[in-house]
């Protein structure tokens, strides 16, 4: 069993920054990868940003790239999401996820919610114009 809890969630105008924040604990020995989800009213869930457990390798959806980045702190087990020129369509709920299969390191999946196992309650994000 693995636990995430996701915090540093607010209100912030268009052009503005906020940098979101995942505590794991439990089982994140056994993770493959973490990654970034959200999912705004009415919309399915998706995939933001991924990173490989012990390594370097992150993914970004293209909807970000270039203005998120997705990191983490193995000896703190958190996982972290600086958004930066943060625009109106980034209002979501933003979701950190870990992933125990080897799914998520695939280029057809990994930002695929299936293959993730375990969830965080969610943290709010809303960008004004």
């Known amino acids: 069993q693995v636990q995430l809890v996701e915090s540093g969630g607010g209100s912030v105008q268009a052009g503005g920054s906020l940098r979101l924040s995942c505590a794991a604990s439990g089982n994140t020995y056994s993770s493959y990868c973490m990654a970034w989800f959200r999912q705004a009213p009415g919309k399915e869930r998706e995939g933001v940003a991924v990173?490989?457990?012990?390594?370097?390798?992150?993914y970004y959806a293209d909807s970000v790239k270039g203005r998120f980045t997705i990191s983490q702190d193995n000896a703190k087990n958190m996982l972290s999401l600086q958004m930066n020129s943060l625009q109106p369509d980034d209002t979501a709920m933003y979701y950190c996820?870990?992933?125990?299969?080897?799914?998520?390191?695939?280029?057809?999946?990994?930002?695929?919610?299936?293959?993730?196992?375990?969830w965080g309650q969610g943290t709010q994000v809303t960008v004004s114009s």
């Open positions: 996820a870990n992933s125990g299969g080897f799914g998520c390191r695939s280029s057809f999946t990994r930002l695929l919610p299936r293959v993730y196992n375990y």
């Open positions: 990173i490989y457990t012990g390594g370097s390798s992150t």
